[in-house]
């Protein structure tokens, strides 16, 4: 699995960075970024939820 950021969308609300630290953190602009290119497999579950908890819907997942 991947996981990306859009962030044109993103409003650095934090909770993607707060629920799954190991893929999501936020940069000095406040804007969530991913530091994994391939979500580990023990990390799939937080970020499912942390894509499905972003307000703005700014985070994809794909296979
Ligand atoms: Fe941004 Fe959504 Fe994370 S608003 S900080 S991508 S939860």
Do not use: H, R, W, Y
């Amino acid at each position: 699995m991947k996981a990306e950021v859009n962030q044109e969308t993103c409003i650095g609300c934090g909770l993607c960075a707060e629920i799954c630290p190991a893929v999501f953190v936020m940069t000095d602009n406040n804007v969530a970024e991913t530091i994994v290119d391939v979500v580990p497999a023990d990390q799939e579950a937080a970020a499912g939820d942390a894509c499905s908890s972003c307000p703005v819907e700014a985070i994809t997942l794909t296979e």
